[in-house]
């Protein structure tokens, strides 16, 4: 059996081309990650044990949390985020139709979106785990 090797910045920079595509509120499907989820939390998670500057250690965090944003959709549901981003992008709708209309839109989503709500959580309570890590690592040192 062979293990497959990944250039971890690779992994990262593909992972951040996901991102700069993705709608800050959107649903988007997995397969717009060009390698697994879990690879991508690992590399990560070895990006915020092994980075120091605050900055880079807050965009890392955003970008863990991110993860939550890519699932596995059906076609509809695909179809469904799709016309959401759509509508969130026309500028000629009053407020209130744009917002009926997503409405609509994400009706098929309900699902997609409670699962993200719930990765959301989990991925945060790890990351406050990993700092818990990484403190004890400080001070052990």
Not at 39 to 66: G, M, N, P
Not at 91 to 118: C, F, G, H, V
């Amino acid at each position: 059996m062979s293990i497959a090797r990944y250039d971890a910045r690779d992994v990262l920079n593909s992972y951040l081309g996901a991102l700069n595509k993705l709608d800050r509120s959107s649903i988007s499907d997995v397969t717009e990650l060009a390698y697994p989820k879990d690879l991508i939390k690992f590399v990560l998670r070895h990006c915020l044990k092994t980075i120091e500057e605050d900055d880079k250690q807050s965009f890392l965090k955003s970008a863990y949390l991110s993860l939550a944003n890519f699932h596995e959709l059906s076609d509809e549901e695909r179809m469904a985020a799709k016309l959401l981003s759509e509508i969130g992008a026309l500028e000629d709708q009053s407020e209130a139709e744009k917002t009926a209309r997503m409405r609509n839109a994400a009706t098929p989503l309900w699902a997609a979106i409670e699962k993200y709500k719930t990765e959301v959580a989990i991925l945060g309570q790890e990351l406050k785990v990993l700092q818990g890590e990484n403190a004890t690592d400080a001070a052990a040192t």
